[in-house]
């Protein structure tokens, strides 16, 4: 086996705090593992690489557009344990993939949203399959609300300088729902969920020593 298909990182959730809930993060890698499942990107071969709890190599899925067109290296792998898988940014690639290991997850469709819904088409197995959500752009920092199946990360290419876009993912519906500019360097890999009353917000503290964002992802 691979040395760098052994890295690990399992993200958990806990309180720090008596009105915060952690997300799941992590430093950026191109490997994790998750209750011994383990999903590395094989950078000879272009490849992220699923191997089971024995080591076992079971999937391969070439790090590529739906087409095979743009190919493009793993910048971060994620592993989520609520979620029963792994979240997977890209450096020149414009998409998150959701990799689950729970063998009885929901078959991937890679058409229009009403394909499934209408029972059109045929749906790829969601077993250790790649599902896809299309970005406007590659996005790197990863920070995760995965309880409620969230994504929030920044994009690659900044808007004017010192200044990012800061884009809010949501991984059931496989689409970006909220986009922002924010100046300063927010620290999206250092997220938590705060309750406020009946909200659910998203807090993001900067690395420039700036305020905290506190974020609702769900209004406009």
Not at 21 to 38: D, N, R, S, V, Y
Not at 83 to 89: C, I
Request: aromatic letters at 6%.
């Amino acid at each position: 086996m691979r040395r760098r298909d052994v890295l690990a990182w399992a993200a958990a959730l806990g309180f720090t705090g008596p009105r915060y809930l952690a997300a799941a993060t992590a430093a950026p890698m191109a490997a994790a593992t998750l209750e011994g499942w383990q999903l590395g990107f094989d950078a000879a071969t272009g490849e992220l690489h699923v191997r089971d709890r024995e080591g076992v190599l079971r999937r391969r899925l070439p790090a590529t557009t739906l087409g095979g067109g743009l190919h493009a290296g793993a910048a971060e792998v994620h592993a989520l344990a609520r979620r029963r898988g792994f979240v997977v940014a890209f450096d020149t690639l414009p998409e998150l993939w959701e990799v689950s290991t729970d063998t009885e997850a929901t078959p991937v469709f890679d058409g229009l949203v009403h394909d499934y819904r209408m029972g059109e088409g045929l749906g790829e197995p969601g077993w250790l399959a790649a599902r896809r959500t299309r970005l406007p752009q590659p996005v790197h920092e990863l920070g995760f609300d995965a309880e409620r199946g969230l994504v929030a990360c920044r994009a690659r290419t900044p808007p004017r300088a010192g200044a990012v876009h800061l884009l809010f993912v949501q991984l059931d519906v496989r689409r970006v729902i909220k986009t922002i500019t924010v100046d300063g360097d927010p620290d999206t890999a250092n997220l938590s969920v705060r309750i406020d009353g009946a909200r659910r917000m998203l807090h993001i503290e900067r690395r420039d020593g700036g305020e905290p964002l506190e974020i609702d992802p769900w209004t406009v």
